[in-house]
């Protein structure tokens, strides 16, 4: 079936470096994509998000990547602080406009001091 | 301050119990969800609402079910809990036309 997945289950990187956190989908009709960032005991936060006619798009020091051709997604964090650490979801919708998302796996991103 | 409340977030019970997890909204979005998510794992979506009297069952099977009977509240329902029903529930929002979801805290249930 149409899988949503993450390339990495866990990431340690030192504060003040920059963490790519990579996805892969399987759902080539999949036209927009959200990633999520979860804290401990916390329900999940939206980071950025990106439609498929679009291959880049910034925010506040995150960054999200998509390359329809292999179909991967990427979101950057520039300059990674400790309270970046957290578990970091893909989501995609697999077409559509009633927005059922799936989520991937989630990485773990953990900033060391 | 919260827009999207749920109740109870912590939950311990015994086999058989019927429970009821809240989940209300001030945001006024039209869609509401219900997202199961064992630790550390991904969130499986388990019923959807688009709006009032609209409900429907998600990708995962569940056991459980919803009613949105008004707009701001989409309490979720198991007539008889087991030990495999022990998981974090998820409610989350959504304005219509758009996939941006907007998630409560959680409610944690322990099924004994």
């Known amino acids: 079936g149409e899988s949503v997945g993450l390339h990495l289950p866990t990431l340690s990187v030192q504060e003040g470096d920059n963490s790519i956190i990579n996805c892969a989908y399987s759902n080539s009709a999949s036209d927009y994509f959200i990633w999520y960032k979860q804290e401990s005991g916390k329900g999940p936060q939206f980071i950025i998000d990106?439609?498929?006619?679009?291959d880049k798009r910034q925010g506040q020091r995150v960054t999200v990547l998509l390359n329809k051709t292999v179909k991967h997604l990427s979101l950057q964090i520039a300059a990674t602080q400790p309270g970046d650490s957290a578990v970091y979801f893909c989501?995609?919708?697999?077409?559509?406009?009633?927005?059922?998302?799936?989520f991937g796996k989630g990485t773990l991103l953990t900033v060391n001091p | 301050e919260a827009d999207i409340y749920q109740t109870p977030r912590y939950l311990v019970i015994g086999t058989g119990k019927k429970i009821t997890l809240e989940c209300s909204q001030t945001?006024?979005?039209?869609?509401m969800y219900w997202y199961q998510q064992d630790p550390g794992m991904e969130l499986h979506l388990i019923h959807y609402s688009y709006g009032v009297n609209s409900t429907e069952k998600g990708d995962l099977s569940s056991e459980s079910t919803v009613s949105r009977i008004r707009t701001e509240h989409f309490p979720l329902t198991l007539e008889s809990a087991r030990p495999s029903h022990t998981s974090q529930y998820l409610c989350a929002t959504a304005p219509l036309g758009t996939g941006e979801l907007f998630f409560g805290e959680g409610s944690r249930l322990t099924v004994l």
């Open positions: 945001m006024g979005h039209d869609k």
């Open positions: 989501a995609e919708n697999g077409g559509g406009s009633n927005y059922k998302l799936t």
């Open positions: 990106i439609r498929s006619n679009m």
